[in-house]
Each structure stands twice: as C-alpha cells, then as structure tokens.
C-alpha cells in the first residue's frame, strides 16, 4: 500500500494543525495506521495508532488530550488533528500501516509514507 503525507507547514504554538495520509493500492479498510515523528537528532518515536475499525485508539503520553487520530474508511485516509500545539510538537510526521497492530505501534510496520514537516514556532 502506498502512503502520502499531506497538512503539515509551519503554525505558532498554541495552533491547529490536521494532518491527512491518503492510502491507495491495496484494501485500506484491513489495516491498522499509526503517526509517528522524528525530531532532529532523534529517534523516531510513536504518536497515535489506531485500529481497523477506528473503535481504539492509543496515544503517546505527551500528546494524549491534544491530538486525535481518526481514519475514514470511505476515503481511505487517516487523520491527526493536532490542537495546542508546542514548539516539542516540531518533527517530521510520517504515517505508516500495517495488518497488525503491535507492528504499527512498534514501528515496525509494513508500510511507510515519506513524511510531512510541522514546525511550531514559540
């Protein structure tokens, strides 16, 4: 499946920002999305996840209350609505995919997109 990025730039702290992932190739519906980001100089680290059926969702420590995922099966996308947003928050956002959900949340998935910047300036 292929994943592409769209939504990110550059907002003020305190900001909105919604990112989308726009899946194609294979069946959307089967598979398990997560965000994760990557600072400068940092490792790549887990956002948001969820599941299949978008009943459950999970969520880092430090962007639980502030960020939701959310997916629409119809369209084959997944969103992260990012509100509040802090100068921490800066990295490069990638969506990734995956049939199973322990994959997805231990970014190890099968399938990743190119990712989109966010910078958010104090």
């Known amino acids: 499946v292929r994943l592409v990025e769209s939504g990110g730039g550059s907002v003020q702290a305190g900001d909105s920002m919604r990112l989308s992932c726009a899946a194609s190739?294979?069946?959307?519906?089967?598979?398990?999305m997560a965000w994760f980001r990557q600072a400068p100089g940092k490792e790549r680290e887990f956002v948001a996840a969820?599941?299949?059926?978008?009943?459950?969702?999970y969520y880092t420590d430090s962007v639980r209350g502030r960020f939701t995922i959310s997916r629409d099966n119809a369209k084959d996308t997944v969103y992260l609505q990012m509100n509040s947003l802090k100068p921490e928050d800066t990295a490069v956002y990638y969506c990734?995919?995956?049939?199973?959900?322990?994959?997805?949340?231990?970014?190890?998935?099968?399938?990743w997109g190119q990712g989109t910047q966010v910078t958010v300036s104090a």
């Open positions: 990734a995919a995956d049939s199973s959900l322990i994959a997805v949340m231990r970014a190890t998935p099968s399938h």
């Open positions: 190739g294979q069946s959307f519906i089967t598979y398990s």
């Open positions: 969820i599941t299949w059926t978008g009943g459950t969702t």
